[in-house]
């Protein structure tokens, strides 16, 4: 056994080679008292699919899927949306009185034609798709008439409605 001679007075015993090996922990030993932690089990990645195939286009629209109800019932808030618009026109009884006969005829026409779609709507379901797109073309393009200022812009407003009641895609409607 070997003896420290630093301190004359303590006298420690140094351990030896095989009391070393002890004292570090073998790998042998769990986990728990290592002093390092082994990286995680490798687990290999699952291929991906190429971006290019992962998106696709938004499905068409099916109206074969939609209920006709339904369907008959958005038509129906869409040409009433479009009557309060017209009527809005109507409203304004002297600017209606100046502009030319012909013009207030047509504006008739289309208000009778639309009033017509509103009482024949239960009747909807037998319209063809072609008579379906008509009216629905019809309320998008009289929503793209810009109805602010309606008191200085009366005549363009009008002039505008009555080239769209002109195109002829309610012409199918018999009064």
């Known amino acids: 056994m070997v003896t420290s001679t630093s301190s004359p007075k303590l006298t420690v015993p140094l ?38 195939y992962r998106i696709s286009a938004p499905p068409l629209p099916s109206f074969a899927r939609c209920d006709p109800i339904d369907l008959l019932a958005i038509v129906s808030s869409k040409v009433s949306a479009v009557i309060k618009r017209l009527q809005a026109i109507f409203d304004r009884k002297d600017q209606l009185l100046d502009i030319p006969h012909n013009h207030r005829l047509a504006l008739q026409r289309i208000g009778d034609k639309l009033e017509w779609i509103l009482d024949n709507i239960k009747n909807g379901s037998s319209w063809t798709r072609s008579q379906q797109q008509n009216i629905d073309w019809f309320c998008k393009e009289f929503g793209k008439v810009k109805f602010s200022g309606l008191g200085q812009n009366f005549e363009c407003i009008v002039k505008a409605l009555v080239e769209l009641e002109q195109f002829g895609s309610l012409d199918w409607i018999v009064v």
Not at 18 to 47: E, K
């Open 15 to 52: 351990p030896t080679i095989h009391q070393i090996d002890l004292v570090i922990a073998p790998l042998d030993r769990p986990p728990a008292t290592r002093l390092t932690t082994l990286p995680p089990p490798f687990v290999p990645s699952t291929p991906t699919i190429p971006l290019q």
